[in-house]
């Protein structure tokens, strides 16, 4: 009887260890997938961007002014040779997305901050919900709403006040997008507050400051690591966004700090290149490749700060 049930256990154990081995290695399997689909695009992008640069110098691309890659993609056809120059669009990249940011960054901490520390568990349980409802609807929702609103909104006012305004502005483009951003930031610095040690507010009350001197001189600045952290991973997805600034901004690569003319940024320009008519043997279409590989650096070396930066925070107060 004690044999037969120490050969039940024996087998049950042994079956345990081949399911846990089955999982452990399904689980390995799909890490491994995501490691090669991300090193997949990371070695085309580069392998379609060197071709790219044997035919355009890598300094012409980094420091030109002037973005106009119209060149004749077959043999029968007449084009110019181009023109490579990414500051432009680098140019209105962050143009734009400094404009998010500055509208984004405030709302965005503000409402997180009165989530947090100030509204009641039902009005947080309302409130959040319909917050972050901003975060689903659709990008190209954002970008009939910054064309038939925002920008003719925005030309009247302007003309009512003397200024002239384009019909397509980075301005229009980057007040939609900033709307857009603001889940993102209010959700992950409402997260960051929530972290804070309830000790600290504790130690803050007892000394006898206010609620908004605690929220001041104790909550914030422990949280700032945090925040930090969720203002750079809002800005790498305001860099990366393409619908609203193709409806709101327009297609022109102009080098200007006027919010108020048309730009265009990185990621439209890689939609038009890869759009219609292509041949991959054309420095046109190898443009967007570089243009994507460029962007891909920007981002990662963003979200590498972010994360940094987030670290540090859990490593502080965990």
């Not at 980094?62 to 004749?72: I, M, N, Y």
């Not at 229009?172 to 960051?192: C, E, F, N, Q, W």
């Not at 043997?281 to 962007?295: I, P, R, V």
């Amino acid at each position: 009887m004690a044999v037969s049930s120490d050969i039940s256990i024996a087998a049950r154990g042994q079956k345990n260890r081949l399911v846990e081995l089955a999982v452990r290695c399904v689980l390995v399997l799909c890490a491994l997938v995501a490691v090669a689909t991300t090193i997949g695009i990371v070695a085309s992008l580069l392998f379609e961007a060197l071709r790219f640069f044997q035919q355009v110098p890598l300094t012409d691309f980094l420091f030109g002014l002037e973005w106009s890659p119209q060149t004749a993609l077959r043999s029968d056809q007449v084009g110019s040779s181009g023109a490579f120059g990414a500051v432009p669009l680098i140019a209105g990249t962050l143009l734009i997305s400094a404009i998010a940011m500055i509208v984004a960054t405030p709302l965005g901490l503000m409402s997180a901050i009165y989530l947090a520390e100030y509204a009641s568990e039902r009005t947080r349980g309302i409130v959040k919900p319909l917050l972050e409802l901003l975060a689903g609807i659709p990008t190209v929702v954002y970008g009939f709403f910054a064309a038939l609103i925002v920008a003719p909104m925005l030309r009247n006012g302007g003309e009512s006040m003397g200024f002239e305004i384009s019909s397509e502005s980075a301005l229009a483009a980057g007040l939609t997008m900033g709307v857009m951003i603001i889940p993102l930031i209010s959700s992950l610095s409402d997260d960051v507050i929530n972290a804070v040690p309830q000790s600290l507010r504790d130690a803050s009350y007892g000394l006898g400051a206010t609620q908004a001197e605690t929220i001041k001189q104790v909550i914030l600045p422990a949280a700032t690591p945090g925040i930090a952290g969720s203002l750079l991973l809002a800005t790498s997805r305001a860099i990366g966004e393409t619908m609203i600034v193709v409806m709101a901004a327009g297609l022109a690569a102009k080098l200007t700090a006027n919010p108020l003319e048309a730009v265009t940024t990185v990621t439209v320009q890689i939609v038009t290149l890869l759009t219609g008519d292509q041949e991959f043997d054309s420095a046109k279409t190898l443009s967007a490749f570089a243009l994507g590989l460029l962007l891909f650096v920007i981002t990662l070396c963003l979200n590498v700060v972010a994360l940094r930066i987030v670290d540090r925070y859990k490593e502080q107060y965990d």
